[in-house]
């Protein structure tokens, strides 16, 4: 169980701090739920500019997992500069997407990073031929820059736009 206060990564939805633990009754579900007697988290996501929260049981642990550390996140960026990435060469959309799916379904900051380093590869190979990303590209690469660089901002207590930048030098360097 995750303490109050402790930052947690919920799938798709990214960061939250961990605001309240309690019952579906305390969060206000009507007491005839069978729902209202789980034990939830209550998320905040961190980052957004929308006041949002979430519910989520407290056995529901197959998509919540514990933020990394600031130690962490530098070793992620460190290691941007040497990890090799091979670019997924079928350009078939439904296959491209397929393989992005795959890698977001981990939810881990290393397959972001990995999606960010590929993109990033077709973007120069892309420029140099006078081309443009593809539309599935664009968008896994912002849902993965979104993802990590917010987690990576949280553990390393800067903003989000910060890391962005961070990520691309280190990217940079390595191309």
């Given at each position: 169980m995750f303490e109050v206060g402790k930052n947690v990564v919920f799938g798709s939805h990214g960061i939250c701090r961990v605001e309240d633990i309690g019952t579906g009754i305390e969060f206000g579900m009507p007491k005839n739920m069978e729902r209202s007697k789980l034990v939830y988290?209550?998320?905040?996501?961190?980052?957004v500019t929308a006041y949002s929260v979430i519910y989520t049981p407290v056995e529901n642990t197959e998509h919540l997992r514990e933020a990394i550390c600031g130690e962490?996140?530098?070793?992620y960026l460190k290691g941007l500069t040497s990890a090799e990435v091979q670019v997924f060469a079928d350009n078939s959309q439904g296959r491209l997407k397929e393989h992005y799916k795959e890698l977001t379904a981990m939810e881990e900051p290393k397959a972001y990073l990995r999606i960010i380093k590929e993109v990033s590869k077709k973007r120069r190979d892309a420029m140099i031929r006078h081309k443009r990303?593809?539309?599935?590209d664009e968008v896994y690469l912002k849902k993965a820059e979104e993802l990590v660089c917010r987690?990576?901002?949280?553990?390393?207590?800067?903003t989000p736009e910060l890391?962005?930048?961070r990520i691309y030098e280190e990217i940079k360097n390595s191309l």
């Open positions: 988290y209550k998320l905040s996501p961190l980052f962490e996140a530098e070793r990303l593809g539309q599935v987690e990576f901002a949280a553990a390393l207590n800067t890391v962005k930048n």
